[in-house]
C-alpha cells in the first residue's frame, strides 16, 4: 500500500520525543519490509511554534514566521532519515517534483514543510494527491476527529466516520495563521476533496495504530 504518513509535530517534537522517534522509525522499517511505501511528512511542534513567535516578537512577517517553522520541520524530517540508514533517502525533498523523483530510490522519504501559508496538512494531502496515494494518515494528539476541540470542552465526542463536508461544520479557523492547530488544516481538506484520498486521523502517541490503519481496522477517525 502507498502511505503517506503525516505525524504531527506535537506528537514526536513538542518536546522532542527520543523513544516515540525511535518507535516510529523502526515500524516503519518493519511495514516498508512487509512491501508498503511510505511518504512521511513531519511538522515543527512546539519548537517551531516557538520560532513562529520569537519572530513574531521581534517583528517579522507572517511568511517569515512560516519560514522559520519549516526549516524546524525539515530538521525534525531529516533526523529521521538519518535514523532510517539505509531505508530512508538522504534527503529531506523540499518540493513535490523532488518527492516524485525519489520515488524511484524505493526508499523511505521523510519531508517537512514546503512553503508559508500551509501547514503539513496540506503538504501530505499534495503529496498523497501527486503519488497517488492509497491512504493518508494523520498521527495526531487525539484520538481522532471529536464533535468540539476535546481540549476545551468536556462533552466533545469522538467521531467514527465522516464526509470531508462535515469537517467544514469542525474548523475553528477556514484561513490559515502561522502556528495554526486544529483537526484538518482547510487547505487540506480542499485538496482531499479533490483528490478524494482515503484518509485516517489517529492518535500518534500509540505508534501501533499505524499497522492497524493500513489493516483497514476501524481506528480513530476515517474520512471519506
Ligand atoms: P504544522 O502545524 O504542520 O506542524 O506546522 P505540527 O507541529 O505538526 O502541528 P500539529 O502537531 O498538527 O499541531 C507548523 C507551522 O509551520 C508553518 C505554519 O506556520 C504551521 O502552522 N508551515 C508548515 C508552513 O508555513 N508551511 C508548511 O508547509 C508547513
Do not use: C
Request: charged letters at 25%.
Amino acid at each position: 500500500m502507498k502511505v503517506v504518513l503525516r505525524i504531527g509535530g506535537s506528537v514526536i517534537a513538542s518536546p522532542p520525543n527520543s523513544v516515540l522517534i525511535s518507535k516510529y522509525v523502526d515500524l516503519l522499517k518493519g511495514l516498508k519490509a512487509e512491501g508498503h511505501e511510505f511518504v512521511v511528512v513531519v511538522g515543527g511542534g512546539s519548537i517551531a511554534r516557538d520560532f513562529i513567535e520569537l519572530a513574531r516578537k521581534v517583528g517579522l512577517s507572517e511568511q517569515n514566521q512560516d519560514d522559520l517553522a519549516i526549516l524546524v520541520s525539515r530538521l525534525f524530517a531529516q533526523l529521521l532519515a538519518m535514523r532510517l540508514g539505509e531505508f530512508g533517502t538522504e534527503f529531506v525533498p523540499t518540493s513535490v517534483p523532488q518527492v516524485i523523483q525519489l520515488l524511484n530510490e524505493k526508499k523511505i522519504i521523510v519531508m517537512g514543510g514546503l512553503r508559508p501559508g500551509m501547514t503539513t496538512d496540506a503538504v501530505a494531502a499534495m503529496v498523497a494527491e501527486k503519488v497517488d496515494a492509497d491512504l493518508l494518515i494523520k498521527a495526531t494528539d487525539q484520538e481522532g476527529i471529536y464533535t468540539k476541540n476535546p481540549d476545551k470542552h468536556t462533552d466533545a465526542e469522538k467521531i467514527d466516520q465522516l464526509s470531508l463536508d462535515d469537517i467544514w461544520d469542525l474548523l475553528e479557523e477556514d484561513k490559515h495563521k502561522a502556528g495554526i492547530h486544529q483537526i484538518l488544516d482547510p487547505e487540506a481538506v480542499r485538496l482531499l476533496q479533490r483528490s478524494k484520498t482515503k484518509t485516517i486521523v489517529v492518535n500518534g502517541f500509540k505508534p501501533d495504530n499505524i499497522p492497524l490503519a493500513i489493516k483497514g481496522k476501524r481506528i480513530g477517525t476515517l474520512i471519506e
